[in-house]
């Protein structure tokens, strides 16, 4: 089971929950902080000592208030975790339930579990926990068929802007330098790649030009 856990919750009443939960289970060493930047620096301080946490329990949105934040929610928050700490365990706790979402957190940022905050969380939650403690991943049961479901895909600004570029003409390989030049980000032809293969996958594609059609058909683009 895990030694050290960081919460990273904006809502202290779900954060002592969590707490609890993890007492219940046996884990005593647990820190909590109500921003993404805290959790991010207490993680990269204890990265390479010899107690550095082993597990990162996040939700994906945060309110704002008067202080400023470098990392705005979950999503950069375990973006930037995973690059001080890739060996991390990360489970994200969240009202969000877009299939394309949760099933890009899996693929594109590693993440172990994804709980939803819904009913009988707490017992999921610890069905979550126990599952990543052993190495494998977990979803909370009633979000898999959404999941699954391959018309289910809710394209971001990214995914119309890549796709809008590739119906104007632009090559694949070219459209980063757009977003270079347009400041937006990711902006490496890789990410550019695996966003289209997610897409396609989802959607039952094997072509560009098919996602292209498809996306002009529903007003997509």
């Not at 959607?203 to 030009?209: D, H, P, Q, S, V």
Request: aromatic share 8%; net charge neutral.
């Amino acid at each position: 089971m895990f030694k050290r856990v960081l919460i990273a919750e904006d809502q202290e009443t779900t954060s002592i929950s969590v707490r609890k939960t993890l007492e219940e289970l046996g884990i005593a060493n647990t820190e909590y902080t109500y921003y993404c930047d805290d959790a991010y620096t207490r993680i990269k301080k204890n990265a390479n000592t010899e107690q550095p946490f082993d597990l990162l329990i996040t939700d994906l949105s945060f309110e704002e208030d008067h202080r400023k934040q470098l990392l705005a929610g979950g999503v950069e928050l375990i973006s930037a975790v995973k690059a001080v700490q890739p060996g991390i365990k990360v489970l994200v706790f969240s009202a969000e339930n877009k299939a394309a979402v949760i099933d890009e957190l899996f693929k594109e940022l590693g993440i172990n579990a994804y709980i939803r905050k819904a009913r009988n969380d707490a017992k999921d939650l610890k069905l979550g926990i126990e599952a990543i403690s052993k190495n494998k991943t977990y979803l909370s049961a009633h979000l898999k068929p959404m999941v699954k479901q391959k018309n289910a895909y809710e394209f971001s600004d990214f995914d119309i802007t890549i796709i809008t570029l590739l119906s104007q003409g632009t090559l694949q390989k070219d459209i980063p330098l757009y977003l270079q030049q347009n400041n937006i980000k990711p902006s490496g032809l890789s990410s550019v790649e695996k966003r289209l293969n997610l897409i396609k996958e989802v959607l039952g594609f094997t072509k560009n030009e098919q996602l292209v059609a498809y996306c002009k058909d529903f007003g997509i683009i």
